[in-house]
């Protein structure tokens, strides 16, 4: 398992000066993006195929992993609705041991197969469902249990894995494999591995987002405000996609309820009302809306 060789390269590290330690942990995690460049068109294809089963509307974006590798699939997950305003109740999180096995390591619980099948099957995954399935090993028993019962349920099923030819790539609809061979610390995936693991589902799930029409040119105009700081990216987003003086938008985005894509078709003179019919109208795709009132007004003999 290329995850678990021992480098000829870092022998004897323990006895090397600070900085040597340093530069060699550094050129470890560089292996990690030209993993991820090498798996370019897996991730765009598995990127496509979850956005549309996300699509069809009601799905769940599920991620499954264990130890280290289950965090950083977390980590990914809980930035979704923040960043993108995807709804908290279609995130779920399969953690080997539990919400427990976060912040302390759950003895057994990676091994624990069972354990996964129960807990998939809670869940009634269908068709419009995505898991996406996290594991430097890609041999991880809780991990592959988990997306084997999920495909079998009619989920479709990404796997991530930093071993070639794994158990989990056999298992998915679409196998990411960031071959980022033997760690400067033999075994420790938390490195070089985990970097790889952190940037493909940082491009996955954006990507996925993006063709779900979160995102207008490159901006998050789905934006759930939770603080002051996203309160005042939030009104800065909106009056880059439509210019207005800040009190015009700040009172748009209050008549909007804070929505960043009502309160832009506010500006260019919507009702609350026909800014929901014309949204609805587009699939939530701001750029088609703006659009189509562009055609109307057109057509109507206004300016475009």
Known sequence: MNTEDVSQRYQ?????????VVAALIEGQMRAPAAVWAVEGHLEAAAEAAAARLA???GRIVYAGAGASGRIAVQDGVELHPTYGWPDDRLVYLMAGGEGALVRSVEGAEDDAEEARRRVAELDLGPTDVLIAVAASGATPFVVAAAQAARTAGALVIGLANNPDSPLAAVSDHAVELLTGAEVIAGSTRMAAGTAQKIALNVLSTAIMVRLRRVHDN????LASTNAKLARRRLAILRRIVPADEAAAQRALERAGGHIKTAALLLRGCTPEKAGEALARAGGDLRAALATLNTSRTEKGGTP
């Open 12 to 20: 004897r590290l323990d006895t090397w000066p600070t900085g040597e």
């Open 56 to 58: 069809q509307g009601g």
């Open 219 to 222: 901006l998050m105009v789905d």
